[in-house]
């Protein structure tokens, strides 16, 4: 089974500063997805970024960038030029990209990290 | 974009009754949906897996009598909490699969379930 741990419960930065989330997993798997989510008190899921694990290419959108490091099982979360919206929880979550069986589709959450802005 | 629809938002109810949570997506058919559940400040746990037209694959530790999930269509799904009590108090959330292979999740908004 694919685990997924965040080992920073809380973070703060500076508005306009840069921050980073971190992120490992385990998998025995070769291919799957990885992403980020935000959940802002509105408890509403918002898909931040998304990485492709077969895609040596590091995923950017915007200010949020991941250093995917596949090898390491590592997959951090860059926030440039933070901003007071950018306050919320952030889930790292996993994906298997193979069809068929009771797994598929599912997302496995890490424990989340309460990003604080400060202004 | 595409849209999952969650209702209620927020339901408040008594110990022993049942609630019925619908999850609904608005513009694609998900053949498969998904059910989570949160605690305060604390990560989303699966509790299953709903197939339409087929019965839902729950999780080690969820109970198949307590949480009844049904798939009839290929827009809707529900998660009836029966005979609820206050450890039943959580945020629950749906997610629906969309494209062939599933690979585009969508998310409801939430439902908010205090059984007092």
């Known amino acids: 089974a694919q685990t997924v741990t965040q080992s920073q419960p809380e973070m703060s930065v500076q508005e306009a500063e840069t921050v980073t989330l971190s992120c490992t997993y385990d998998?025995?798997?070769?291919?799957?997805?990885l992403f980020w989510y935000k959940q802002p008190p509105s408890r509403q899921m918002i898909l931040v970024i998304r990485?492709?694990?077969?895609?040596?290419q590091n995923a950017t959108e915007n200010r949020f960038s991941v250093n995917f490091q596949k090898a390491a099982k590592s997959f951090s979360l860059k926030i440039s030029d933070s901003q007071l919206g950018d306050a919320a929880m952030y889930f790292c979550?996993?994906?298997?990209?193979?069809?068929?069986?009771?797994?598929?589709?599912?997302?496995?959450f890490g424990q989340g990290t309460i990003l604080t802005v400060h202004p | 974009g595409a849209v999952v629809s969650q209702h209620p938002s927020r339901v408040i109810c008594k110990s022993g009754t049942s609630v019925k949570i619908e999850c609904r997506s608005l513009?694609?058919?998900?053949?498969?949906m998904f059910w989570y559940r949160q605690f305060p400040k604390k990560s989303l746990m699966l509790m299953a897996t709903?197939?339409?037209?087929?019965?839902?694959?729950?999780e080690q530790g969820v109970e198949k009598d307590k949480f009844l999930i049904n798939h009839a269509s290929l827009t809707l799904s529900t998660l009836t909490v029966t005979s609820a009590h206050p450890e039943d108090s959580s945020f629950y959330i749906c997610?629906?699969?969309?494209?062939?292979?599933?690979?585009?999740?969508?998310f409801g908004s939430g439902t908010q379930l205090s059984v007092l």
């Open positions: 998998t025995s798997e070769s291919d799957y997805y």
């Open positions: 709903s197939n339409e037209g087929s019965k839902a694959t729950y």
């Open positions: 979550a996993y994906r298997t990209t193979s069809a068929g069986g009771t797994s598929y589709g599912k997302l496995t």
């Open positions: 990485q492709e694990a077969y895609k040596q």
């Open positions: 513009d694609f058919q998900a053949t498969t």
């Open positions: 997610s629906a699969s969309r494209g062939q292979g599933g690979e585009k999740l969508f």
